[in-house]
């Protein structure tokens, strides 16, 4: 089983992927932010250096609805020694959406089909797709499959949420289920796996899963990939029931996750201008990682309300001095 990182724009930085990889790893494919910028800003430069990505295989992810401008990034990246670039065709923002791009490039499907015609015929790098399953109607999907296998798809990401589902309700399995009867496609499955009990759920759905990208789950737990990588099974052996409980909780090595959020903290200390740049994207990181922590609302105010790095410094010792974090099994 791969297992991959899935790009969470203004978190999993470079900064985050290198702080992740000496501290937890188990990713076999990182994928960037997206970039959106022809000419590339320094911050997409900086997030796709190569040496800013020593040691990881990464994948960088372009979101826009013109073929020049898709081409004009890949060769620049093509430059940076990149191979494969991904297509985001799966961000359901509403920003995003209402220029067409993303998720919402899924709405005019005949420009999406010259638009993959013309990147697939000219880009020198393989081009790989992560992608929602339509709009707002799931029979949508039959005439995306349609497009997508008329194209070298090098592996297409299946997010089975409609975008305007966005990350709520049930993944619509039937859809990935479609994917797999149609395409000769390598596909990852995304969507929900956030512990074995989910991972074991969808591989007794389908057994053939070789790929299975995940976003919020490592966020919110970091060892959630030590704990698939170390509970793998395969195929042939007995799936666990759906209500089979899990396994107890286990405590966490906190000092491993400490060292993390410190590499993390330090790392944008040194290349962001003052205090609040910084602290916006710890703040944000914790949206996730505090769900992680049991009784530490008290402390979780403290670090929303810091307007320095010295006093989110304190919050941040005390939510670990005196919460506990616990793994699901």
């Not at 969470?8 to 501290?23: L, N």
């Not at 015929?121 to 992608?131: D, V």
């Not at 916006?280 to 105010?301: P, Q, R």
């Amino acid at each position: 089983m791969k297992y991959y990182l899935a790009p969470m724009e203004g978190i999993t930085t470079y900064i985050f992927r290198s702080a992740y990889h000496r501290h937890f790893g188990g990713v076999d494919k990182y994928f960037t932010p997206f970039i959106s910028n022809k000419g590339l800003s320094s911050r997409e430069r900086n997030d796709v250096l190569p040496e800013h990505n020593v040691g990881i295989s990464l994948v960088p992810q372009i979101l826009t609805n013109r073929a020049e401008e898709f081409l004009a990034i890949a060769e620049q990246l093509a430059d940076y020694g990149y191979t494969t670039v991904n297509l985001n065709l799966g961000c359901p923002s509403g920003t995003v959406v209402a220029r067409k791009r993303g998720a919402g490039f899924l709405s005019i499907p005949d420009e999406l089909d010259r638009f993959l015609d013309e990147i697939y015929r000219k880009c020198p790098l393989e081009i790989s797709i992560k992608t929602r399953v339509g709009m707002s109607d799931l029979t949508e999907w039959e005439g995306l499959l349609s497009i997508y296998e008329k194209y070298p798809v090098s592996e297409l990401i299946v997010h089975p949420r409609l975008q305007t589902e966005g990350y709520k309700g049930t993944p619509h399995r039937e859809a990935y289920a479609r994917a797999e009867e149609r395409l000769q496609t390598p596909l990852c499955y995304n969507g929900d796996i956030d512990s074995v009990v989910a991972r074991d759920g969808l591989l007794q759905e389908f057994p053939q899963v070789a790929a299975i990208m995940i976003g919020r789950g490592i966020l919110k737990r970091p060892e959630l990939l030590e704990e698939l990588k170390e509970t793998e099974i395969t195929s042939a052996e007995v799936f666990p029931s759906s209500g089979q409980d899990a396994q107890p909780p286990t405590r966490t090595n906190l000092e491993v996750l400490k060292a993390f959020h410190d590499e993390i903290l330090e790392g944008y200390i040194q290349i962001m201008s003052g205090d609040q740049p910084t602290l916006f994207k710890m703040k944000d990181l914790w949206t996730f990682l505090s769900s992680g922590f049991e009784n530490s609302e008290k402390c979780l105010k403290k670090i929303r309300k810091a307007n320095r790095i010295g006093d989110y410094r304190s919050a941040v010792e005390e939510v670990f001095e005196r919460t506990k974090i616990w793994t699901m099994g």
